[in-house]
């Protein structure tokens, strides 16, 4: 599988354009779509799910064009909007079986194994019968992520996907997509949580601003860290300081004050020990200095 998109545009009749001559391969496998809000991801997300045209550009996946076989791609598709929402008159189990026989599963018997299973993945079996509407908010994330998987789709993107999930929940989601791109799946995973790209993803993409700014594995991101990350002991009367001068990545209480982790080009006279970066540290530095630079010269 493999999703290849080609100078991709989207500008909108106000004017603004939300990306910008995007060009990038996606292959089978967790690909990480990172960036803050309003970078372009859930403009591309939903270019790539059929809701919406690009102004310029093309996508491909394998030998079909997203604009001429638009019906034969969305039946591989699965997808988790960000702003999930669902028939709030219809059960869990309802719901997702409504999902079900829309995504092909047309026998009865085939379609009630394929529910149940997947609620029982995603935690929600025991509340099968309780009101759609009524769940709390990380059990209607679960659901909305249950409905981008049913019917085993080739292509599954997700919107943010772990938002409002707590940290165990966030486990489950991450461990469910780690085993399906196992299989011959493509799997977009669009979110601002380095975690969820750290975690799970072989590739990912960095979207600043509608542009491509960094396209690679985690890893060779991380190594464009490497000797600018430091830990700074200071003063509660140095840490107003410390903000100003340096994004800073953390601050730690010590017994002598605190333990302060900055990203920089340069200490600037500060006295620090090296800190082994990681895909956080990585993200900051890489959209403070290198990133952030570069558009502010454009």
């Known amino acids: 599988m493999q999703i290849s998109i080609e100078q991709l545009t989207k500008t909108y009749s106000n004017g ?10 996606i292959n089978s496998g967790m690909f990480g779509l990172l960036g803050p809000n309003g970078a372009g991801k859930t403009t591309l997300m939903r270019i790539l799910v059929t809701l919406m045209g690009a102004s310029e550009g093309r996508v491909r996946v394998n030998d079909l064009d997203l604009v001429k076989d ?29 999902v079900a026989a829309l995504a092909g599963l047309k026998k009865t018997a085939q379609r009630r194994d394929a529910v149940d299973a997947m609620l029982e993945k995603v935690g929600l079996f025991e509340v099968r ?13 679960r659901l909305g992520i249950a409905q981008a998987l049913i019917g085993d789709p080739k292509i599954i993107i ?18 469910i997509l780690s085993d399906l791109s196992q299989q011959e799946v493509i799997i977009v995973l669009s979110t601002h949580i380095v975690g969820d790209i750290s975690s799970a993803c072989y590739q990912m993409a960095l979207l600043h ?49 605190w333990e302060v982790e900055v990203v920089a080009q340069h200490l600037n006279g500060y ?12 993200y900051v530095y890489f959209m403070e200095y290198e990133v952030g630079h570069a558009w502010h010269e454009n």
Not at 226 to 250: C, M, T, Y
Request: some cysteine.
């Open 271 to 282: 006295t620090a020990e090296p800190v082994e970066p990681n895909l956080e540290h990585a």
């Open 158 to 175: 997700v919107d943010e996907p772990t938002t409002g999930l707590d940290p165990e929940e966030r486990i489950r989601f991450r461990n």
């Open 70 to 98: 638009r019906k034969a791609i969305r039946s591989m598709l699965g997808y988790l909007p960000q702003d999930f929402r669902f028939f709030s008159k219809l059960s869990t189990w309802e719901f997702l079986d409504y």
């Open 209 to 257: 601003e509608g542009h491509l700014a960094y396209c690679g594995s985690p890893e060779t991101l991380v190594e464009k860290a490497k000797g600018h990350v430091w830990r700074i002991q200071a003063l509660d009367s140095e840490l107003d300081k410390l903000n100003q001068a340096f994004p800073v990545i953390a601050t730690i209480p010590a017994e002598n004050g």
């Open 16 to 25: 603004k354009t939300a990306i910008h001559d995007i060009n990038l391969d």
């Open 129 to 141: 019968d309780r009101a759609a509407n009524k769940l709390s908010g990380g059990m209607k994330r």
